[in-house]
């Protein structure tokens, strides 16, 4: 499956934002999906994924209560609606799915942290 990341821009503190992971070559339903984050000069962190069982879905901490994860099926598409966006958020963002994401729970998700083929992104900026 390949997957492509959209929606990125500039956006003043405490705005939103809607990132979209559309897929091409199979279906996103029976696949955990995640969205990963590289800001310049630190290494890719995890942000949440959403579970191909059930929809669970987990969060980094930071971002718990202002992001959520989301899919549409008939899009094949998973969305990242940001909201209450902060400075911190400024990176490039990732989605991406097996066999980067192992797998997806509401108690946590496992994920390569070797991988490092993640493609183009989407770029996110928080600036006033």
């Known amino acids: 499956v390949q997957l492509q990341a959209s929606g990125g821009g500039l956006v003043q503190p405490g705005g939103s934002l809607r990132l979209s992971c559309a897929a091409s070559?199979?279906?996103?339903?029976?696949?955990?999906i995640g969205w990963f984050r590289q800001a310049p000069g630190k290494e890719v962190e995890g942000v949440t994924c959403?579970?191909?069982?059930?929809?669970?879905?987990y969060y980094l901490p930071s971002v718990k209560g202002r992001f959520t994860i989301s899919r549409d099926s008939v899009r094949n598409t998973v969305y990242l609606q940001m909201n209450n966006l902060k400075p911190e958020d400024t990176a490039v963002y990732y989605c991406?799915?097996?066999?980067?994401?192992?797998?997806?729970?509401?108690?946590?998700?496992?994920?390569?942290?070797?991988?490092?083929?993640w493609g183009r992104g989407t770029q996110v900026t928080v600036s006033s």
């Open positions: 991406a799915t097996d066999p980067v994401v192992y797998y997806c729970s509401n108690d946590g998700w496992r994920w390569n942290p070797d991988f490092d083929s």
């Open positions: 959403i579970s191909s069982r059930d929809g669970s879905s």
């Open positions: 070559g199979a279906t996103l339903d029976w696949q955990p």
